[in-house]
């Protein structure tokens, strides 16, 4: 009677033929930590300075409103200071949009160059990866050919 094969040492021969490089996932995963962690700056660094950007945007609204609310002399007086808020309002919203508008472009541009200098990175990596595998690889069946005879 045939005895039959132990399919755990099958296994275990097999995928000791072909090793797996548990330092290569390492690095992966750091990088793109390192990635996450410089994107977040990008974005929190952004937030900031858009927090800061509508403080100073309420403080100088609520300081032309306050202007604004004062007792006049004559009703005309309330009717010009109205378009005075308004027209200065107008003034400080193209002004404050255009900032944000740079704020944002800024978030862009740290965006794109980050993925840049990532998507260079990854390509090195893959490239030493796929060299390192089809090498060990190229071993292992030479490795299994010799023994095979």
């Keep these: 009677m045939a005895k039959a094969q132990d399919i755990n040492t099958i296994m275990k021969d097999f995928m000791g ?11 992966v995963f750091k990088n793109q930590a390192a990635l996450s962690e ?21 403080k100088e609204t609520l300081a032309k409103m306050s202007e604004m609310t004062k007792a006049k002399s004559e009703p005309a007086d309330y009717a010009k200071a ?22 944002a472009k800024k978030v862009q541009m740290d965006t794109v160059e980050l993925m840049m200098a990532a998507g260079k990175d990854m390509q090195e990596d893959t490239a030493k990866a796929v060299k390192k595998a089809t090498d060990d690889m190229t071993a292992a069946a030479k490795k299994a050919s010799t023994t095979a005879k």
Excluded: R
């Design 17 to 27: 033929a072909f090793p797996v490089d548990t330092k290569a996932m390492e690095d």
């Design 38 to 58: 410089k994107l977040s700056g990008v974005a929190l660094d952004a937030a900031d300075k858009s927090a800061e950007l509508s403080s100073k945007w309420t």
């Design 82 to 103: 109205m378009t005075d808020f308004a027209s200065a309002n107008a003034e400080s919203a193209a002004e404050h949009m255009a900032a944000f508008a740079e704020i």
